[in-house]
């Protein structure tokens, strides 16, 4: 009877070692009912290991309302050998997440996703080609709604749409892509609501750096992400489209695989900034994400493939 009992025990204890062991070896992201962990959207891109990443400059460009910076960050093309960082690039393509700040949000993540895939992949920055990010450009708007202007996953997204929708305007209450030198007009439309487009064409802070910044640098071309339609929309400020802009449209559209238009026709946009770009003589396309959450990096580091590739050979 005493051997019995003992037995038992030492079947109890094996099987409560065994239990033990087998959670400490269980995912860290599962939880009681096997429900994974939520993903982080802004993935870093893989490297072989050693291999050297792409120059960054970081500059600011200007300061929102409230005093926030608005940073470009510059990607160099690797040097040749012998040669140094930042002797080539001449031509600059530019990318801008963030004009809406908090209500597109995801805009803002997948600017940051290419400025991963640069800093991890320097080899497919062209030799006679720089790239310059500008992830948020509406600083004040994504502090509205988030809390931060730095780093986020879509995980610390508040799900109120009100707070979402506040943050898509400026402090002042500006919509910044209503206040830019293209059939600019004090009050503007955003669906089916009337929203501010300044007291006059850069009027705000935001705008005005973005003005600046033009000026200063010239981009060959510039690819605008806001949400959401899912498309890829030429730029034109009265005088059509221009053919560098069409090639630019195709680009990215047939390596993305989203659909191509001539122009965003949902509703009148006045003072838009991608059709003030073609008021410059600069090539730009809006690419609209298909909806207000997702990144959909895969197409969009197909369409940046393409441009890159595109403007190499120019």
């Known amino acids: 009877m005493k051997k019995t009992i003992i037995a038992i025990i030492v079947l109890i204890l094996v099987l409560v070692g065994v239990y033990f062991v087998t959670k400490s070896l269980s995912p860290k992201g599962d939880t009681a009912t096997n429900t994974p962990a939520t993903p982080d959207t802004t993935v870093v891109p893989s490297t072989e290991e050693g291999a050297k990443a792409a120059e960054e400059i970081v500059s600011v460009i200007g300061k929102s309302v409230e005093g926030r910076d608005i940073t470009a960050y ?3 093309p690797m040097p040749a050998a012998g040669g ?3 002797d080539t690039g001449a031509k600059e393509l530019l990318f801008i997440g ?8 995801n805009t803002t993540l997948v600017a940051y996703q290419t400025m991963d895939y640069l800093k991890a992949t320097p080899n497919i920055i062209p030799a006679n080609v720089k790239v310059t990010v500008i992830p948020v450009l509406n600083p004040d708007g994504l502090y509205k709604t988030l ?17 979402q929708i506040a943050g898509r305007f400026n402090a002042r209450t500006v919509d910044l892509n209503r206040n830019f030198d293209c059939g600019w007009q004090a009050s503007g439309t955003w669906q089916n609501k009337k929203v501010s487009g300044g007291s006059k064409a850069f009027s705000e802070p935001e705008s005005q750096a973005i003005k600046k910044y033009t000026e200063t640098n010239t981009p060959v071309a510039v690819a605008v992400w806001f949400s959401a339609a899912g498309g890829v929309y030429a730029s ?16 990215f ?3 993305s695989l989203y659909p191509a238009f001539q122009s965003f026709d949902f509703y009148e946009t006045t003072g838009d900034m991608v059709n003030w770009f073609a008021k410059q003589n600069i090539p730009a396309i809006s690419v609209l ?4 959450t997702d990144t959909e990096w895969t197409k969009n580091q197909k369409g940046i493939a393409a441009l890159l590739t595109y403007y190499a050979q120019k």
């Open 74 to 76: 510059t990607y160099l």
């Open 84 to 86: 140094q960082a930042g």
């Open 98 to 105: 963030g004009i809406h700040g908090g209500y597109e949000w």
């Open 147 to 163: 809390g931060t202007t730095t780093r986020f996953s879509a995980m610390d997204v508040p799900q109120s749409l009100d707070k």
């Open 236 to 251: 034109n400020c009265e005088n059509g489209v221009s053919a560098e802009t069409e090639t630019l449209t195709k680009l």
């Open 253 to 255: 559209a047939d390596a």
């Open 289 to 292: 994400l298909t909806n207000h």
